[in-house]
C-alpha cells in the first residue's frame, strides 16, 4: 500500500509548546524559512523508548539554531521533555524523530528582524533508511558532480536546511541512474560525505574518515568511532583522494537513519562487506538497543 503523504497522515506534533493534532501543524506560504532556507533541524531515532544520543541531538540543535543567529525560545530540557513526550504519545518504542526549528511568516524579506522562531517535533516510524537486502549487500554509490562547499561560503556545520539541495540533487542523481545514494566531494576535491551520511574506509586495522573541515559533525560519526577505537582499531582523520579509495577494501556509511551501512561500490571503486564492518554493525545495534557492545 501507497504511504500516505506526511501531511494527511494522523497522529500529534508538539508545536511551539503545545500538541495539536498531526493535521494541524501547518505552515503559511509566506514563511520566512520557505524562501530564505532559515530553518535547522535535528533527525535522532528511538529504540525500545530510548532516544539514541538525545542530548548531543539537542546540543547539536541549538547550535545550529546558533550559527544561523536563531535563539530557540526554550530551555533544552523542555525540548527533551517534548520529544520524550511526542514519543510516548505517538505510541512508539522504535521510531524517527525530527524537531524542526524556522522563522516563521511575521515578515517577508531578508531580513530577519521581526520574525519569531518556530519550533515542531514530530515522531514516525522509519525502520530502515536503505532497504534490508541493499544493506547486507553493501549500497552502491555514484559520484556526485556537487561538491561540499567551503566552509567559507555555507553554515556548513550547521544542520541547515540551506546545506541540502546538493543531497537533494545528488540523492536524486543517484536514484535516476540506478545507485542507492551518492558521495559528494569537498570543495577541494577531497572525499566529502554521502548525501545524509559520514563516509569510513578500512585497511588492515586502520579505519580512516574525512577530518571535519566540511562534513557534518556526525553523532554516529563519533559513536562508531568510540567503538571502533574500543575494539582495537586505529582511526584516522584526514583528507582522502578519491583515487586512494582503490586503496582500501571496505566502506561504511554511518548516521542516525542509515546507522551502520556497507558500501559494495563507489563510482569505479569496489569494496567487500567485511568482518569489521559486520562487528561494527553488530555493536551499534548492541548499543543503541542499549545493550552495550558485545565483545
Ligand atoms: N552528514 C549529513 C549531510 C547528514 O545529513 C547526516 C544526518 N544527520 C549525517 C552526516 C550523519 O549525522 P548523524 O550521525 O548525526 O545522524
Known sequence: MAELPFDQRDGWIWLDGETVPWRDAKVHVLTHALHYATSIFEGQRA??????????????????????????????DEINAACYDNLERSGYKDAYQRPVVWRGSEKMGLS???????????????????SPEARLKGLRLCISNWRRPDPKTAPIQAKSASNYPISCLSKDLAERTGYDDALLLDWEGFVGEATGANIFFVRDSEIHTPSLKCVLDGITRRTVMGLAEKRGYRIVERDIRPEEMADFDQAFLTGTAAEVTPLSEIG????????????????YDALVRGQGPSS
Do not use: C
Open 47 to 76: 529504540y525500545n523508548g530510548r532516544i539514541f544520543e538525545l542530548e548531543a541531538h539537542t546540543d547539536r540543535l541549538y547550535r545550529s539554531a546558533d550559527i544561523l543567529g536563531m535563539k530557540i525560545p526554550f530551555p533544552k
Open 112 to 130: 530577519v528582524k521581526g520574525t519569531e522562531v518556530h519550533v515542531a517535533i514530530a515522531s514516525w516510524e522509519w525502520p530502515s533508511y536503505f
Open 268 to 283: 569505479p571503486y569496489s569494496f567487500v562487506v567485511g568482518e569489521i564492518i559486520k562487528q561494527l554493525m553488530a555493536d
